[in-house]
């Protein structure tokens, strides 16, 4: 009859490009060959480190060993400077070279002034105001950093598990 209600034919969904048609239920998945030339990551190497020595090896790292023969013959690498190369050792120790050099030459600068102003020790005083004032940004700053931890965490709540 004309008057009898009919749903609608389903439209045929079109498959993506690169998409596998549906499984059936009871067999398993049929193994797709992996093509080697298709990469899975940026990078050309195509490889997942599992290690540190692995990572550093990959990048041509190396770093500083002292090497000698062990009684029973054997070769025994020590690390000299945790995983570090002789390069970053040499960066660090000039750094704290520079570092120590500054605060020697700061510690002149203050004795030379407070040599120079000694009956009224103005230097010192100015000195102390500048040592305040700086505490006074330090605990300002870790204030700050306390208060936008509690809005960060108000309005992006993180979920924990």
């Not at 998409?19 to 059936?24: F, G, K, Q, V, W």
């Not at 060959?33 to 195509?46: C, G, I, M, Y």
């Not at 025994?76 to 040499?90: F, K, M, P, T």
């Not at 002149?108 to 700086?134: R, S, Y």
Request: glycine share 6%; hydrophobic share 35%.
């Amino acid at each position: 009859p004309p008057h009898t209600y009919r749903p609608p034919r389903p439209v045929p969904r079109r498959r993506r490009r690169g998409a596998s048609p549906r499984r059936r239920v009871g067999r398993p998945p049929t193994p797709r060959p992996f093509p080697a030339q298709l990469r899975t990551s940026k990078d050309e190497r195509n490889m997942k480190p599992t290690s540190l020595k692995e990572m550093q090896a990959a990048k041509g790292y190396v770093p500083f060993k002292c090497i000698y023969k062990h009684s029973d013959g054997r070769e025994i690498d020590v690390n000299a400077g945790c995983y570090l190369s002789c390069e970053d050792i040499g960066i660090i120790c000039s750094l704290f070279m520079v570092l120590w050099c500054i605060l020697l030459a700061l510690y002149v600068l203050l004795l030379k002034a407070a040599l120079d102003t000694d009956e009224k020790d103005t230097a010192l005083w100015i000195f102390f105001a500048f040592g305040v004032v700086f505490t006074l940004f330090i605990f300002g700053s870790v204030g700050m950093n306390r208060i936008e931890e509690a809005l960060q965490e108000k309005y992006n709540p993180t979920e924990e598990a």
